[in-house]
């Protein structure tokens, strides 16, 4: 039992939603434009570059649910 | 020569000199020991963990490339972005799992955790060879990274006078490698990740207030390489879309089956602190995406035209564009930090990828086929002097083949070391695979992706899959590891039957947990 507290909980539903990352990139020809665009930055920049902060909220949240 | 830039650059690197002694004495443990001298004794925490990984993941050699690679081609070289947006919820995913079952059985190596798993010496054998032959080039583009901002210093780095300063940068790294082991670069990582959160945060504050503001910056850039180029409207082919996806896909699957990732994390004191670092170390990768923005400001900047630079850019190419916008972007002394930022962080990764390989020959070459009755301190003292090999074979290698070779052999090095997914990301949920069915697939994978590159001379990892009537251009690592996995299937299908090496695995599914 120790030995499961040291490395982590078991593994939940919520890993599903690791999924959505995956999706947001790789799915390109949706964020390959200009427009919209924020503060004079492109939308195919700040869409990714969102994605780095969306992907750490959600392994953020599923880490939550899982400890 | 600039002597401010080069005093504040020498300081700084004597400063981590220093560190890379004192480390030895940190989190004091027995150095004749392998998992203390290359694995830090499995000690760090969750912090400690964030700057090793940081540290040894965003290479000197990225932070150079990647503006390189969107200065000069544009949009695509933003794929280092999604790429490494989707390596952190594999690692959440499937890491702690390695690191337990590492843990419990005393691994060391992805090609330890092979053997216990498979049971078969020639299958760890090759897992071995493709760590340690994807990692030499790596290490080699490290010095590459180095020898461009000595360069921006002032100094020629042509010549065999031009080769001293890299050579005294190399004899430091070994020795402190030498003497802490992998304590060396977690101390010397607090300090680079220090100073590239410094350098990069003042460029992209200061240069855009320059320019004018974001807006200035990417209307300064050729349309055509803002964006992809959207593929034919008649269905041929899914043109750069297909490129970039599978560009980023793959080698996030590949980058923590590279040996110094997979022993920073082995590094880590518990699977809670690879699952904490996956959340946390994306920090690093916001950094990569306004760095390589740097690369458009540089465009925006005209450095290519401006004759300050031309001797640069005319030896490094597009590589000499990061420099160059720190220079005329900024006084000496800072320029002096942000080039120590970049020679640091190539200091850091170097040391971790030779303490890697090092790692690999003794374990699973020297231990398996040498000298299996080894003692511990033998085995530590072995593969304190492979680290020191490994340096000096990867620095001849930048001494002897120019700059565009070590790169092909990198993209190789990219190829290869993703053939051993199958083993060891699959072999740590299913024991499906038979061993040797696993080491035909890596045979056909090699074989494919080492036919594809060369097919490109080995310039474009891209390469054009014809499927259903639609051209897919594909990353090589991904379409290869593909057939790898094809084949390693096929084979186990009959093998499982009529000779199940399934007896052979030592772990058992608590292991893993």
Redesign the interface.
Known sequence: MDNKEKTGARASWARLLLLAPFVAVLWVPFYNSIEPKIFGVPFFYWWQLLWVVLGTVVIGIVYRIEH | MDTVATTVFVLLFVFVTVLGFVASRWKRGDLTQLHEWGLGGRRFGTLITWFLLGGDLYTAYTFIAVPALMFGAG?IG?FA??Y???V??IL??VF?RL??VAHRHGYVTSSDFVRGRFGNRWLALAVAATGIFATMPYIALQLVGMQVVIGGLGFDTTGLSGDVPLIIAFVILAAFTYSAGLRAPAMIAIVKDVLIYVTVFAAIIVVPIKLG???????AVDVNK???A?PPPDGSSLGQ?AA??TL??GSALALFLYPHSFTAILSSS???VI??N???L??Y??VL??LA?LGFMAVALGLSKDPTFAAGFKQYGNNFSIPALFMASFPSWFVGIAFAAIAIGALVPAAIMSIATANIFTRNIYREFINPACTDAQESQVAKLASLVVKVGALLFVFAIDVPYALQLQLLGGIWIIQILPSVLIGAYTRFFNGWALLMGWAAGIGTGTWMAAENQFKVAIYPLHLFGTTVPCFIALSSVAMNIAVAVIVSLPLNRVASDRHKDVTVAGDY?
């Open positions: 949009a933003f972005v999604p490494t947006i989707m952190y919820p959440y995913v702690p690191w337990a503001g974001y807006g200035a910056v990417f209307n803002l964006l992809l959207p879309y970039y996806a980023a896909l518990s699977g809670r699952r904490r996956a959340a946390i994306p920090a990768s916001l995406g306004f923005l947990a």
